[in-house]
């Protein structure tokens, strides 16, 4: 796209696309922004396409955008092609040219062919204005004019048009030799017999010769007076003489040469090239034609005898392709969890590959994504296994952090605090290759594990060494500058800020992870802390009024199915929601995060929903409310206490004193308030512990 600007900067730039409805994922994705930016740029771009192919950007009124269907001809125009055809040397009857018009419809090519078609079967030494309106010899269909013509060139030149078309629209003269099994002058005579058939066109001189069918209709004419057994013949021998001539074809498109074998029934040669195929088009990040390569290639291992070989092969292309859905549809596609699931259950069949650790590792990332935790908890656990048996430091160190990020999500603190302390130990046991490797999992490890570390603290009541942690971890994220593990790290960071009621750092950690998104195209990060931004902006400006916005983007964000941590953000803007006293607000978004906490067995914010739906109904003020919010308090106290969540256990414990003491009831407020505060030898400089202080100071 910069090359183009620079052409049109400099004139006026044409561009043209033929046949747009053949073009590959790649050069439509590429078209597509060329359309989108060369409004602001002096270009002029015509594409050609079959209707029953509409592009994206014409259903869509665009000004910058012109759609012009081409009707089929008229009948003077097509009386006028006719006679273009016939030439000056020969003539029909207007009776004739009227029969061809009528057949034809209008379609240019189906004009051109059925007029030769009658042309050559003309009797000799008589004259073509004399032929029969009705005469049977004129074909009915475009296809049979085709075939017509084809027949009448002879065996010879009908066998080369049918290797040729086996091979495609386009062939080489060695190729075509390499297949053809004739001798040099018999291939030079059958050609030159369809060249001036005008069948197909020449470029250059053999043998460095290139051949091209006239229209893909010629070729698919050709092809189809083949028997099953003769295609998958000439597909193998055309396999075979790819192999032996034509390396550079090996090397660069080795999707033409799976092609054939595939066509030709040798799948255990087909499989390798579809998947080397596969394999360039991940190199060059075609993500979708890879796609299409490898499943080319697993639909040809089904022809394979079972067993351990094919298991292997096939493992081999549903690891490739699942990195490829992911990036195309999403970490939370079915299409890309059915492939990961399906090579485990290939690595198990086959006890144990080399790939078993990298599927777990993406079956975990996908179920975690989902919200699927006790799944993801399963992979990790199964990985951590795996690579302690194997020694694989990397692979042990990914495990244990991702099995301490399922296990706080679903309300273990005290589990995942121990899995990110064998992880952080096991990172800085480990030396910089090790380190360099283990970030393979798309962040470095050693933040990663720092950061879940942070958030697992504070929940069991260390709220000033997770404030420790995370500076470790961001001043990490710092010094290597690996982008998407800053935007990690700043993430966790605005979300434990938030915790501790510092939203100033919070808001400012969001902001840097918000714009380092941006930069990088991190759509999760940029989607997330944005919503951040914005629970901290409703904290630290009264006049903000973009909740119910920040709900609906949220619940967008459920609906997509990407639900990992979602509950966290909705219980954080329920506390904006407690500072503006909107009570019905809070109510629906405690229920839409415990209906999502339900289906993913998201726990670690369920006492802190349960407080936070105590607190509205305490707003309402009526007798009845406050009735039923005093056993609510309570059982969030003891789900908090059940989790080891200190932290949320003291912000309820203030809650349920308060309203303890409002009843009168000091002593019992005080006997369950003071004991939660004596527990804490750490961050007394909080707010949570601070207003536990001053409450208790009031009870004196």
Known sequence: MRQLAGLARQRPVLIIFED??????????????????????????????????????????????????LRR???????????????????????????????TDGVPLFLEELTKAVIETAVAGRELMAIPATSATIPATLHASLLARLDRLGPAAKEVAQVGATIGREFSYHLLAGAAQRTDTELRDALGRLLDAGLVFQRGIPPQATFLFKHTLVRDTAYSTLLRGQRQGLHAQIGAALEKHFPEIIETQPEIVAHHFTEGRLADKAVGYWLR?????????????????????????????????????????????????????????????????????????????????????????????????????????????????????????????????????????TDALARTEEAVANFNASDDRTRIASRAAGQDAGVAARAVMAWALWFVGYPDGAAKQMAAALARADQIAHPHTQAYGLYYASILYILRREFTSAHLYAERCLSLSEAHGFGLWRDLAHIVCGICTSLLDPSFDKLDELRAELDDYGHRGQRMGITALYTLLCRALIQRRRPQA????????????????????????????????????????????????????????????????????????????GQGALGKARDLLAPVYGWFNEGFETADLKEAKALLDEFV
Request: proline fraction near 4%.
């Open 20 to 69: 747009l409805h053949w073009a590959d994922p790649t050069s439509r994705e590429l078209l597509d922004l060329t359309i989108r930016q060369s409004e602001r740029m002096r270009v002029m771009l015509v594409a050609t396409f079959r209707t029953e192919n509409q592009p994206p950007w014409t259903g869509q009124p665009q000004p910058h955008v012109t759609t012009l269907s």
């Open 586 to 661: 809070i109510f629906e978004t405690v229920d839409a995060a415990q209906e999502i906490s339900r289906g993913t067995g998201e726990l670690l914010f369920e006492a802190e929903l349960c407080r936070v739906k105590a607190r509205a109904l305490l707003m309402e003020g009526s007798p009845e409310a406050r009735l039923n919010a005093q056993p609510m308090l309570e059982q969030a106290l003891a789900v908090a206490r059940s989790q080891n969540a200190r932290s949320i256990e003291l912000l309820v414990a203030w809650d349920l004193a308060d309203l303890l003491s």
């Open 277 to 413: 195929a596969g394999k360039n088009a991940i190199g060059r990040s075609a993500n979708l034609e890879a796609i299409g390569h490898l499943r080319r290639g697993i639909e040809a291992v089904g022809h394979l005898p079972g067993g351990a070989l094919r298991d292997q092969r096939e493992l081999d292309l549903q690891f490739a392709l699942g990195p490829c859905l992911i990036a195309t549809l999403g970490p939370i596609a079915d299409a890309a969890l059915v492939t990961f699931e399906r090579a485990r259950e290939l690595c198990e069949r086959l006890r144990d590959p080399g790939e078993h650790l990298n599927v777990l590792y993406w079956l975990a990332v996908m179920r975690g994504v989902r919200g699927e935790l006790q799944a993801a908890l399963k992979a990790t656990g199964a990985g951590i296994d795996i690579a302690k048996t194997r020694g694989d430091q990397p692979a042990l160190i990914n495990f244990l952090r991702g099995s301490a990020l399922a296990l706080i999500l679903m309300g273990r603190p």
């Open 73 to 103: 001809l008229g009948r003077d125009e097509s009386g006028e092609l006719v006679r273009g055809v016939i030439g000056s040397a020969a003539r029909l009857s207007g009776d004739v040219i009227d029969e061809i018009v009528e057949r």
